[in-house]
């Protein structure tokens, strides 16, 4: 089971809830990092990283010797990435998307690829648990397609040794909070009862409905601001699977960079109910899907 | 560089536009409160929303639309089954893995296509259509505190930087068409696309950090972008007294590297009670936050004006 951990607002605690979730686990899991822009994960779960890569996007390089200047590539890439003017062939390496486009269509054949960087893709371990993380080079625009790329590690690791895996994903409800959630067996929307954690859970919920994924709220925070937030969820039939309290303790420990399971016996409760929640949500919805089909 | 016309005649001559971009890297450590504050504090500016996929500033200023906008950019492949001929060789070349097969033929996963046309170009049947996407709306607004530019892309749509810079052109021309000199830019957390959009042509980037691992770590990274693209950069440590001695090492980062520290505000349920009641900060009664709030905006026009 591959659960994603995602929120809508930023700041809400989906750092703090993966690594909670990963420590009281019960069976072989993998802690996946995938907010690539501002991973976190590794600052709490304090893993041994036993190995790191970079990571690239295959962009275009033109044999300027065999380009006729035909301008079939500029004409197909949708990024302005490749342009020609006159006798001139200019790339962009920074705005390619990596698609191919101007490669296979060349009748030339002048154009192969180079690489840009994207990041890096560094794996080990963190107690029990196995840890995945991507880190997404400064000033890199796009984070989808390292993203992709962790993913892609992700099936490999878990095609070798079987394993959940619980994914830390990134903040928002745009392309690369969607890329992050849209292979998970369940998401789990992490907020917080105030409006900015409302308005944007909304939009969360909106954004991650269509992919027809058993979703769960967890409100961290829990006697903030108010209560809205719960008719929400009582209104789409979203089941809050746990509620953190606001306690300067649990902020403070959070601060000290510390797993908030192992402030009181009664947080460590939450995230064991959570987890049962999570698995039964999962269960839920296999069983559904099985009675459709 | 632009300029406005000083307002009150022509006794101090041209001045400088100005723009700030309040960001953070994490997510979460105040920066649309703060934000909502300096737009209270701030005199003679256009506001704006530069978080265009999660935007909460709005929740604040409650702004009234004046003009509505639709947002298009981008197009998606559509398969058209009566044309298509099963051939495969859209799945095959998709490097986004957007194209599968069922029983109704090959489909195209909307959440997963990058937009970028291979498969349209190389469909022998020519059974693919490229239509345009409309990806949200942006509105230019009155609001209690001035003029407001802002959107919302719609949930699950391409987080366009494009957008990002819509709004920017925008908020600039209506900044010189009303004599305003400052745009104030609520920016997006991370590093990625539209975090660079709205760092474009800004002189200062005042980061919102939080003294935890994640806010250090996080405010680093957003320092070292400012600097890749060269823009100014000043810090606010928000909720200082969570933790004194990851304080002291934000602290020691900053005086290192240069960074002017704009402000320390403690951590203060005011914050929160003040956008339950969709109201700013300094709107309500004088506390010693929006006291410290007041010197911190103050500061950061100094850093402008620089």
Redesign the interface.
Known sequence: MIVSVA??????GK?TVSASLTTIWDGPVLAVDLDV??P?LH??LRPTIEESQRAYIKIPVVDESKCTYCGTCSD?C??KAISVVNKLVLTFPEMC?????CI??CPEKAISEGKRELGEISWGGAGNAGFLMGR?R??????PPLM?QVKARLDKMIAKDPQDAIIDA???????A?NAV?DSDVIILVTEP???GL??FQ??W???C??NKPMGAVVNRAG???DQIYNFCQDKGLPVLAEIPFD?AI??A????QIITEVSGRIEQIFIDLRDGIRDLAERHGSREAAYA | MEFVTWRNGTARGRRLMREVVII??????GK?SLTGAFAHLASNKVICDLDV??P?LH?LLRPSHQREEEFWS??EARIDSDLCERCGICAS?C???AIHENDNGFMVDP??C?????CV??CPAEAIKFPQKQCGHWYMSSTRFGPMVHAQ?F?????S?RLVMVLKQQARELAKARDLDLVLCDG??????P??SSLSGTHLAVAVT?????GR??LE?VA??CG??KVGFAVIIN?YD??PD?TKRIEAFCSDRGYPLAAHLP?D?VV?QA??Q?KVVTELPETDFSRELRLTWARIEELVAR
């Open positions: 929120s809508g607002k930023g700041g809400t750092t822009e501002e976190n600052l709490f197909l949708q990024f998307h990596g698609c191919g486009g296979a269509i997404l400064i000033g890199e625009a796009m984070s992709r990134p903040p928002g409800v745009s392309c690369p969607v849209i105030t409006p900015f308005y944007d939009l969360a909106e954004a991650f269509p992919l903030l601001g108010n300067r902020a403070e959070y601060a000290r960079g | 953070s890297g994490k997510g979460g450590t649309t996929d999660a909460d929740l981008g197009y070349m490097r986004f893995g959440l997963r990058e937009g970028c046309k291979v170009a190389f892309l949930p699950g749509e391409e987080n930087g997006a957390p991370g590093i990625g696309c975090v660079i939080e003294p935890t691992p994640s770590h996080d990274r070292d972008l890749h693209f909720k969570l933790n990851e951590h349920p929160t956008m339950v969709t």
